[in-house]
């Protein structure tokens, strides 16, 4: 049987993945995807977006909740061997990994016999806020609050742009042209080796540019004129290459990741049993976002008399308060998952040595609610 194509989109916390998949969901049509989610947090909010984009009745999310997938084995393994038993029914697999997370222990896996003979490994495409980029947050000493914590986040975001066979610059939409050419620039001095650079306007991407790109090929034969000797007299799984250009790795022989999770990076849900006021909660958060390491917040809160939840989603200083009608979910062991307590408020917070603590009290002073 032909093998399943796997597209991996990666970046780091809230660049846009998943917008940018549930913008690819809505679009094609015909295709039928398996999407297997990662998110870096106790509450997921991001396959609960993709169960509610256009198109996901042709879709399956596979959510993983332990943890980063580039550490993870048996979860991701046997996640992908459910989808390959049931092969029939997808035309094409997209993993989306944490926002922390350098994929490759997803490559490495791919590329073993315990899955290459049901999937191919068609793309990896790191995604980046431009803005962020054109600001100077991913640089070494970028972060507003410690050098510990911008030097941390500048590794995390090199290490995926150094695994990507494709960057797309995402929240482009307010960016001028000499902006433009200043965000390929600084990609293509970070990482010389990548293929493309495209462009992601309204969070949307052309699925030509995503899908079917056959960028990594397993090479196994003589070398050619102008191919690196590397490149030749590979078995599976020592490597790959994109479309001819001689293999590199990404340590997919070693079992050495790229980085080693680094226990300063802190994720810690806070909750309220209160109703909250969408400007006062986006208010408090706006200051505790400023004045703390926090580079991502999401989550759902209850909005007294109105139908849904309000979605929270900030990256840094930018919070985003929207209504969700649907709202979220959580499992359940036995009908698969069921809704939120109708008061619960829940938040996830990311940061680099974030203080819960301070964090609690800030939110609680701020909206004049209790949280815990």
Not at 21 to 38: G, K, P, Q, S
Not at 265 to 282: A, G, I, K, M, Y
Not at 318 to 331: F, H, L, N, V, Y
């Amino acid at each position: 049987m032909p093998t399943l194509p796997v597209t991996i989109f990666t970046g780091f916390l809230g660049s846009g993945k998943t917008t940018l998949l549930a913008t690819l969901l809505a679009a094609e049509r015909d295709a039928r995807f398996a999407i297997v989610v990662n998110e870096f947090g106790e509450v997921s909010v991001d396959d609960v977006l993709l169960q509610q984009a256009h198109g996901a009745h042709r879709a399956s999310v596979f959510k993983l909740t332990r943890g980063l997938i580039a550490y993870a084995g048996d979860d991701f393994l046997a996640t992908m061997r459910a989808i390959s038993d049931d092969a029939r029914l997808f035309d094409h697999v997209l993993i989306e990994t944490s926002g922390l997370a350098v994929p490759t222990a997803v490559l490495e896996a791919l590329h073993s016999p315990a899955l290459q003979e049901c999937f191919s490994h068609d793309a990896t495409l790191t995604i980046v806020d431009t803005p962020l980029l054109l600001a100077g947050v991913y640089d070494a000493d970028g972060s507003q609050h410690d050098a510990s914590a911008g030097a941390a986040a500048s590794e995390v975001f090199q290490q995926q742009l150094m695994c990507a066979d494709v960057v797309v610059l995402n929240k482009i939409d307010q960016c001028a042209e000499d902006e433009l050419l200043r965000a390929e620039a600084a990609i293509r001095t970070r990482a010389p080796d990548i293929r493309f650079v495209e462009l992601a306007w309204q969070a949307r991407l052309d699925a030509r540019l995503v899908l079917g790109l056959h960028l990594n090929e397993f090479r196994a034969q003589a070398p050619s004129p102008g191919m690196p000797a590397t490149a030749a007299g590979h078995a599976p799984g020592d490597g790959h290459a994109h479309s001819g250009l001689g293999a590199h790795e990404h340590g997919l022989l070693t079992h050495e990741h790229v980085h080693a999770e680094d226990p300063g990076w802190l994720s810690f849900v806070l909750r309220s049993e209160t109703s909250q006021t969408p400007d006062t909660l986006h208010q408090a958060l706006a200051l505790i976002t400023a004045q703390e390491p926090v580079l991502r917040v999401k989550g759902f809160a209850h909005i007294r008399d109105a139908v849904g939840h309000l979605l929270v989603q900030g990256v840094r200083t930018r919070i985003a308060c929207t209504m969700d009608m649907a709202g979220p979910t959580q499992p359940d062991s036995q009908h698969g998952h069921t809704h939120v307590p109708h008061m619960m408020a829940e938040l996830v917070f990311i940061g680099y040595h974030l203080n819960r603590d301070l964090v609690v009290a800030k939110l609680s002073e701020h909206t004049g609610t209790a949280w815990y």
